[in-house]
């Protein structure tokens, strides 16, 4: 259910959003209307062989748990928190040995590579079943999409768990800190060189070279005039999993911020109202997103530009539903900058979304209602579901999945 955030904004505080609101989640007007948002193209960077790069691009997680003691037990790598579904970057050349399922992991991916001679994994948990795009005896190079972030096994949240293993993840070695390595890789005289995963259209282009032998696809992503569920920074809904007149709105919505995946908003949807465009709470909620009337006149949208704003229609509750989102992301941000909240970021916008951002703050993380702990399992729990295995990978390259048995992971991280 949307809580409204005016009493924690104040006037000039909604003001603001709504500027952004509009500039985000304007509808589908055909060009020349200023109010449609261009066609914007997302590609993957290009890496040279012999290069190691950050597991997830930059700009779209934060370190949750670092390496080392963690409630009396060494947690063997580092927790990147990023919403479901970000795309999980291959760290470096090598063949994937595992891609499965893993217990405690949930399901992982190892890759093996040398580095000075020496064998060397890298791994990657928390993947969802339908996140994981590579199998056992797939060659890879860094850079490319090898996975999709997920909370699977024992997870308090979507995350990538990243370990760094000299000796070999299956051969005995030994897991090290993976923030140094990676620092130190970029300063290595062997000309291993550390790439911060970036955007299309952020990059230099210092790192490309005549030696580039992965290019990933060049599939763009529409968030503009022209609602299409076509791939948003790699993720996309799984197709046919939502109604068919709600995915091309998924989609778009899905461009308002990073934040804010395809299949959060799917997973979102049918937790409100199961889809149902007419649904009503006896709190008096209503249409798709379940919004209170008051909140719908402060933030909903005209999300299709045929000059209404109305609470049932399904373009105007899914934009405005992503634009809500997205502004409480930036809440949620804010205060745990500032000390204000703790927990995992996309429980605590969903938690604001629920119970809203004052009960929230007001209790420094998710409100601790049995409705709202349900709310911000079950959404994040059901988004893994509509993710799509597919990325911006070209379609004649992208690897099969596997469906390897489990395999036992021992000390492997709880979150």
Not at 152 to 180: A, C, K, N, W, Y
Not at 253 to 267: D, K, N
Not at 307 to 328: E, K, T
Request: overall charge negative; some cysteine; aromatic content about 6%.
């Amino acid at each position: 259910m949307a809580v409204p955030l005016i009493g924690l904004l104040g006037v000039g505080g909604v003001a603001l959003v709504a500027a952004v609101v509009l500039l985000l989640g304007s509808g589908d007007r055909k060009p020349p209307n200023p109010n449609c948002l261009p066609d914007i193209p997302r590609t993957y960077q290009r890496v040279a062989v012999g290069q190691v790069v950050v597991p997830l691009t930059e700009g779209t997680y934060t370190v949750s748990s670092p390496f080392g003691m963690r409630e009396g037990a060494v947690h063997q790598g580092v927790d990147l928190a990023a919403p479901l579904g970000t795309p999980i970057l291959a760290a470096t050349d090598g063949r994937v040995v595992a891609a499965g399922p893993a217990e405690g992991f949930g399901h992982w991916i190892i890759i093996d590579t040398a580095e000075d001679g020496v064998p060397l994994s890298t791994v990657y948990g928390h993947t969802s079943a339908g996140g994981v795009f590579v199998k056992p005896g797939d060659d890879v190079r860094a850079g490319q999409p090898i996975g999709a972030v997920g909370s699977d096994g024992e997870s308090t949240g979507p995350h990538l768990h990243f370990e760094v293993v000299p000796g070999g993840r299956l051969q005995g070695g030994q897991q090290i800190d993976p923030m140094p390595w990676l620092e130190h890789a970029s300063q290595s005289s062997t000309g291993v060189q550390v790439i911060p995963a970036v955007h299309a259209g952020t990059s230099d282009g210092s790192h490309k070279s005549s030696r580039s032998r992965w290019e990933l696809g060049s599939a763009k992503a529409r968030v503009g005039c022209n609602p299409s569920p076509a791939v948003v920074e790699g993720v996309s809904l799984r197709p046919g999993s939502v109604p068919s007149e709600y995915e091309p709105w998924i989609g778009k919505a899905a461009g308002t911020c990073p934040e804010v995946s395809a299949p959060l908003v799917a997973a979102q949807l049918r937790q409100e109202s199961g889809f149902n465009r007419f649904a009503g709470s006896p709190a008096g909620a209503q249409g798709p997103a379940q919004f209170m009337p008051d909140t719908w006149a402060r933030h909903g949208i005209d999300g299709d530009g045929d000059g209404r704003i109305d609470i049932y229609s399904i373009p105007d509750a899914v934009m405005s539903q992503a634009a809500y989102d997205c502004s409480l992301v930036q809440i949620a941000k804010d205060a745990v900058t500032h000390g204000k909240l703790q927990g995992e970021l996309t429980e605590l916008w969903l938690s604001m979304y629920n119970c809203g951002p004052e009960g929230t703050l007001a209790q420094g993380g998710v409100c601790q209602n049995s409705e709202t702990l349900g709310y911000v399992k079950a959404i994040p729990r059901m988004a893994a579901e509509y993710a799509a295995a597919q990325t911006a990978l070209d379609a004649e390259n992208r690897p099969g999945k596997s469906g390897q048995a489990a395999v036992s992971v021992a000390g492997g991280a709880r979150r």
